[in-house]
């Protein structure tokens, strides 16, 4: 079995400082892990993946997360936030074992920008 | 333009009634998933498809069906006999080929019982 947990629902930080959003997961095989974020209203769009190379992660938007095994954990941060990135974000784990290549989400973290 | 299309947007829906949503995907993908989400709450999966006239259940099957007649067509089915069906409900697909590929999704369709 696989779980995430999300470990903020809420986020408020101020444009031009740093955002951190904490991932935890588990996971009984290699996992692959994900974040996406999601506009109002909208679909999910990937900001990154990890699938078991590097384990610092580029993105998109200046995005970058962090895989660590020992600790179990796939942060997402960004050095300077802009009023663009007020959005949800949801950290994903898929496991290729698992059936359909289903995915398992943590329950989104919502990331409020004040100017 | 390639993508995923869902449709309608918003959907009203009085109680008792069946109602279809369509998702259409010009990707040439060829898995395909529904899942639903409720407001702060993550995405829970209702059903998925691997290959054409193939299906699955997800995590949370009933009171929904699926048909996949087509490559690029999985729609849902939300029938009377789903208790709460006022949500958003999102589509994805993904290529078959390769172990860890991501799932696109749709703009998404938000279903309101009246």
């Known amino acids: 079995a696989q779980s995430v947990t999300q470990l903020d629902s809420h986020v408020s930080v101020s444009e031009g400082t740093p955002v951190l959003l904490r991932c935890n997961y588990s996971?009984?095989?290699?996992?692959?892990l994900f974040w996406y974020v999601q506009h109002p209203n909208k679909g999910l769009q990937l900001l990154l993946k990890?699938?078991?190379?590097?384990?610092l992660v580029k993105g998109i938007n200046g995005f970058e997360a962090e895989f660590k095994k020992s600790e179990t954990s796939f942060h997402l941060t960004k050095p300077s936030a802009h009023m663009s990135d007020a959005a949800e974000y949801f950290c994903?784990?898929?496991?290729?074992?698992?059936?359909?290549?289903?995915?398992?989400f943590g329950g989104g973290t919502r990331v409020l920008v004040k100017p | 333009d390639g993508g995923i299309t869902q449709s309608p947007k918003y959907l009203f829906r009085k109680e008792g009634q069946n109602v279809t949503l369509s998702c259409e995907q010009n990707?040439?993908?060829?898995?395909m998933y529904w899942y639903r989400q409720d407001p702060g709450q993550g995405l829970r999966l209702i059903y998925y498809?691997?290959?054409?006239?193939?299906?699955q259940k997800g995590d949370i099957a009933e009171g929904y069906s699926v048909s996949r007649e087509k490559k690029e067509s999985f729609p849902l089915t939300v029938t009377s006999a789903q208790k709460n069906p006022t949500a958003f409900y999102l589509c994805?697909?993904?290529?078959?080929?390769?172990?860890?590929?991501?799932?696109?999704f749709g703009p998404g369709t938000r279903l309101t019982v009246l």
């Open positions: 994805a697909s993904r290529p078959a080929s390769g172990g860890f590929n991501e799932q696109f």
């Open positions: 996971s009984s095989y290699s996992p692959s």
């Open positions: 990890y699938t078991s190379a590097a384990t």
């Open positions: 994903v784990v898929s496991v290729e074992r698992a059936a359909g290549n289903k995915l398992t």
């Open positions: 990707l040439n993908h060829d898995a």
């Open positions: 498809s691997q290959i054409v006239n193939d299906f």
